[in-house]
């Protein structure tokens, strides 16, 4: 598999058998929502079609990034993953902000819905996201997109719950309202994980130090090296879910080895810290010196 370099590309099939729940899910839901007048149903559709649509949107990034580095694009296309993430939450942010309005609309003036229908289709979303959830869960640890499409799923799964209530309620009770309710905390159910996709895709476009490096643990690592008497100019980033990238400035002692003191660095941080792309500038106590003066302005 040309593409299982980055964690998302080992789990392609998962996030495949997902779409195609997805897929079926929004297609009955759109429908039934349209022919009960179920805002709710619609509400939860709109949720699904976020996942679909983000689970597509990573789909297709994984398979850009498997293709060839060019020598415009070092790094290959990975980054798409990051960017689809970061749609996919904007989207997802516009069709709460819509469910909410709606759903305020309809509490004011609650139509007639068709209870049954609700039920029942609420009931079959139920149990295609618990095999979605099913499909994505080993996958969630080690990739960022593998965990926003389980986390919405998993939202979705509640949504779902939320909308059979409903309907079970006008079933029972004849009170309509409980429409509208459904659909806003279906709405309310998306913000959070949706702000939290946003926040971490962004992360990594600002090239932020990824949250599971301790870069005070790094420094101290490179520093306990034989050899090294000192470090500047480090860095952590990501480049996509899975891959972490470091760069330091390595003072080395007169006597040091650069070959063995390199070994040791590039061991040391793909066992203890997982980081398998580091770049080291080896440098000797004089250079430093050279470095600090051609830094201050010119007169």
């Known amino acids: 598999m040309g593409h299982s370099h980055s964690a998302a590309g080992r789990h392609t099939r998962a996030l495949i058998g997902a779409i ?5 899910i929004l297609v009955v839901e759109v429908v039934a929502g349209i022919a ?9 559709a709109g949720h699904v079609f976020a996942d679909v649509s983000g689970l ?12 060839p580095r060019s020598v415009s694009r070092t790094f290959g296309l990975y980054r798409l993953e990051i960017l689809a993430a970061a749609g996919n939450a904007v989207l997802l942010l516009a069709i709460a902000a819509f469910v909410l309005f709606e759903a305020l609309r309809r509490l004011a003036a609650p139509p007639d819905v068709e209870p049954r229908i609700i039920a029942v289709i609420a009931s079959l979303a139920l ?7 099913r499909l994505l869960r080993a996958g969630r640890r080690e990739s960022l997109t593998i965990r926003g499409a389980y986390l919405e799923i998993l939202g979705d799964l509640f949504g779902s719950a939320a909308v059979l209530v409903s309907g079970l309620v006008i079933l029972v009770t004849g009170w309509r309202q409980a429409d509208a309710v459904a ?18 895709s962004l992360d990594v476009l600002l090239e932020a130090t990824p949250k599971e490096v301790n870069l005070a643990d790094v420094e101290r690592h490179i ?12 860095h952590a980033w990501t480049i996509t879910s899975g891959m972490n990238v470091v760069s330091a400035h390595v003072v080395l002692a007169d006597d040091a080895q650069p070959g063995d003191v390199l070994d040791h660095l590039g061991t040391c941080l793909a066992a203890d810290f997982d980081i398998n792309h580091s770049t080291f500038q080896l440098e000797t106590a004089e250079h430093v010196l050279w470095e600090g003066r051609s830094a201050q302005p010119q007169h």
């Open 223 to 234: 520093r306990e090296a034989p050899g090294v008497i000192d470090v500047h100019d480090l």
């Open 20 to 24: 195609v729940v997805g897929s079926g």
């Open 183 to 200: 659909s806003i905390l279906v709405a309310i159910l998306i913000v959070p994980r949706t702000v939290a996709l946003l926040r971490d």
């Open 56 to 67: 597509g949107l990573s789909l297709a990034a994984i398979w850009l990034a498997a293709r």
């Open 36 to 44: 009960s007048n179920s805002l709710a149903l619609l509400a939860d």
């Open 127 to 133: 149990v295609a996201n618990l095999i979605s959830l």
